[in-house]
């Protein structure tokens, strides 16, 4: 398979994995080969790297996508059919936004934005990049007329993190536990002097009624929006479950992010949302096969010198140690996958920070599985 | 090289002078995700168990890598003795709100009547930041000197093996978060002595775990920026994980890239290939160790790449024997 084939018929694009992956670049590489086939894309990124950054243009504010130079992928060898847009993120300002939208009025709006649980809700607790990731995809799938979205998630510790925290944070919002506040015998109206019931009386002495009164004003600030959350909440739920949806999950090939991206999979059989494959970046390929070191280390000795050819076989029995690992987990993911749909890229020598960076991995996404296995005997061979 | 400014005191910041790290009774571990957080967590805290204090490592929500590692299964939020003077717990937010309810309300019957309360259960998922709170509460807790949980013996060290950066911040600043909006009342008092003491350095200490690589240098140098700002902490070590050792000099890249066309079979230019290979990535390596030194002002602690498929325990020992000569 390749990344060409897992697109057909997509408007969207998720790529999910654990944190320290590669994600970002290969939703960047992703969002960059869909463009040059001559699509219309936008890529939002979270929190790329600043070389890769500055070579998209990435750093001008705005939270909005901005067209980047063809020429500059020209430059890099790789012809543009089509258009890259690309974004960077922000958390608190797509969080502000959802806010300004959903508000009935100028006043709730203010309200929200200024209570100081609002600013811990919107910038700090876990789960909020991640709902704000799909609030803004599902913002640019509404509003614009892009052929593709792709969409890089936060670098959570948990890769499940990404399809949990918008629940979690939507169940909030849907309103069970605030409704509980905002009725007429509940807590907000308690706090507000008419409250004499025991456990009220108990949450009183435990939290402080400070607390409890920022709290208060809060939900039922926000209480006004609960419709509206919950119609987001139904309607971004059926784009992640939209059949044009794919998730692309990225992972290396160690144990734990292989680990990962097989309960992501399990989970996103689960919720019945659609899969299109796993990319395995960073892969050791194993180059010894049958041969032995020591038979390496003679060959070479004339040429380099004993010493010299020694740590060259020394070296090479390391490196085959981890091409036997990465095999191994490999496998294990496949043997895992109802179908196995993996990409695998090689180590590259270079870290990807740039636009030409961006080009080598790209070859690899977007070639056929026969195409992908000479351009690893150019790289490493 | 890279070891020689430990000293420096570049753009008017000097590395303040500092309990030594395995003094404090309390060490954040932190770092970008997937740098390996919880591998230093671990070394750090046999290094500290073979020293004779009394440690826990404590992990946050789910994770229970620490104690996987000792092959348990699940800590669940009970302190296990994971090795001689090793202790891990895994602090799950819904144990740590009954337990602090408990704590608070001197009479069982009213704890148990709020946390069974249904009030309190929607209290207690609406209210933004109270996991991250609470979380705290428990590590607070753990490194008094009298703890406050019934039977529970005191810990000379605590190590949390905290969540990844951006979230890692939020975690501690939550019980400063949480006394400002109270100002007044027990989460408003607790919040402030947490706050007090996670910016104490004779008590309190931060490791921030990177890679040699451009986002994890980065990330640390914007985390060193936002713990300073919004926290007032410095960090005290910066611990780089996965460094190679240089193999193969400028002289040998010389002689290596010329073997590459020349050497007989396919097997010895793979050989050279990857040994070519090692010498760029290596190279790539120090690069970022000089810019991550440069941006912080002192040298890391470098722990290094080992070519094993799985880390098993004596691997842990391992790096935390290298520690304890970097420490």
Same mark, same amino acid.
């Given at each position: 398979m390749n990344v060409t084939e897992a697109l057909e018929g997509k408007r969207i694009c998720i790529c999910g994995g654990s944190?320290?992956?590669?994600k970002t670049t290969t939703a960047a590489a992703i969002a960059m080969g869909a463009a040059a086939e001559g699509k219309k894309v936008a890529v939002v990124t979270i929190d790329p790297a600043r070389r890769l950054a500055n070579a998209l243009g990435l750093?001008?504010?705005?939270n909005e996508p901005h067209l980047v130079d063809a020429k500059l992928f020209e430059a890099a060898g790789l012809p543009m059919k089509g258009e890259l847009w690309a974004m960077m993120l922000d958390p608190k300002r797509t969080f502000d936004e959802v806010i300004e939208q959903l508000a009935p009025d100028e006043k709730t709006r203010d309200d929200v934005l200024g209570n100081r649980i609002y600013q811990q809700l919107s910038?700090?607790? *876990?789960?909020s990049q991640e709902y704000t990731a799909i609030a803004k995809l599902y913002e640019l799938d509404q509003d614009h007329d892009f052929d593709l979205l792709v969409l890089d998630t936060p670098p959570?510790?948990?890769?499940l993190d990404f399809l949990d925290a918008p629940d979690r944070l939507t169940q909030f919002f849907e309103g069970r536990a605030l409704q509980v506040f905002l009725r007429p015998t509940g807590l907000a109206a308690r706090v507000m002097g008419r409250g004499t019931g025991m456990v009220f009386g108990v949450l009183k002495r435990v939290t402080g009624v400070d607390l409890l009164q920022d709290l208060s004003v809060f939900f039922r600030a926000i209480g006004g929006m609960i419709d509206g959350f919950k119609e987001r909440a139904v309607q971004v739920n059926k784009l992640l479950a939209d059949p044009q949806t794919v998730f692309l999950l990225v992972t290396s090939p160690e144990r734990e992010p292989i680990d990962e991206a097989i309960y992501f999979w399990r989970k996103l059989k689960a919720a019945r949302m659609p899969f299109g494959g796993v990319i395995v970046n960073r892969v050791h390929h194993d180059?010894?096969?049958? *041969?032995?070191p020591g038979d390496v280390a003679a060959e070479l000795s004339g040429e380099l010198g004993d010493k010299l050819a020694q740590r060259v076989a020394e070296n090479f029995r390391d490196y085959h140690v981890l091409a036997e690992r990465d095999r191994r987990n490999i496998e294990r993911l496949e043997s895992k996958?109802?179908?196995?749909r993996v990409i695998t890229i090689p180590y590259l020598d270079e870290d990807v920070h740039d636009i030409e960076g961006l080009t080598r991995i790209h070859r690899f996404l977007f070639a056929t599985d026969e195409r992908r296995r000479d351009l690893l005997d150019e790289v490493v061979a | 090289m890279l070891r020689v400014r430990a000293e420096s005191s570049r753009a008017g910041y000097t590395l303040p002078a500092m309990t =030594?790290?395995?003094?404090?009774r309390l060490v954040f571990v932190t770092g970008k995700g997937g740098v390996g957080k919880s591998t230093v967590a671990v070394a750090l805290g046999l290094l500290a168990a073979r020293r004779g204090l009394r440690t826990i490592v404590a992990e946050v929500a789910h994770q229970d890598r620490v104690a996987k590692v000792f092959g348990?299964?699940?800590?669940?939020?009970r302190e296990v003795?994971? =090795?001689?003077?090793l202790y891990t717990i895994s602090i799950d937010p819904q144990h740590a709100i009954d337990e602090y309810l408990r704590l608070q309300l001197p009479v069982k019957t009213l704890a148990d009547l709020l946390s069974g309360s249904r009030m309190f259960q929607y209290f207690a998922a609406a209210t933004p930041g109270l996991s991250e709170l609470v979380t705290m509460g428990k590590v607070w807790e753990l490194a008094?000197?009298?703890?406050?949980?019934?039977?529970a013996a005191r810990y000379d060290l605590v190590i949390l093996d905290a969540p990844a950066t951006g979230h890692g911040v939020a975690t501690m600043r939550a019980p400063k978060t949480f006394a400002d909006i109270a100002r007044v009342g027990p989460i408003a008092n607790q919040g402030r002595a947490i706050h007090a003491m996670i910016t104490d350095r004779e008590s309190t200490g931060v490791v921030v775990v990177a890679l040699p690589e451009e986002m994890p240098v980065n990330e640390t140098l914007s985390l060193r920026d936002s713990l300073r700002d919004g926290l007032g902490l410095e960090l005290d070590r910066v611990i780089v994980n996965g460094v190679y050792e240089q193999r193969f000099g400028g002289r040998d890249a010389t002689a290596l890239q010329r073997a590459a066309?020349? =050497?007989?079979t396919p097997t010895a230019r793979a050989a050279v290939r990857a040994a070519l290979s090692e010498h760029l990535r290596a190279r790539g390596q120090r690069e970022q160790m000089a810019r991550l030194e440069e941006g912080t002002g002192s040298a890391p602690v470098l722990l290094p790449f080992l070519f094993e498929p799985d880390l098993d325990l004596s691997a842990y020992e391992r790096l935390s024997e290298r520690l304890e000569a970097e420490l």
């Open positions: 944190g320290g992956v590669g750093e001008e504010l705005g910038s700090a607790v *876990a789960g959570s510790r948990n890769a180059l010894l096969g049958d *041969a032995d996958l109802a179908r196995p | =030594a790290l395995l003094d404090k348990r299964d699940d800590s669940q939020f003795e994971i =090795a001689e003077g008094q000197l009298e703890r406050r949980t019934r039977d066309d020349t =050497a007989g």
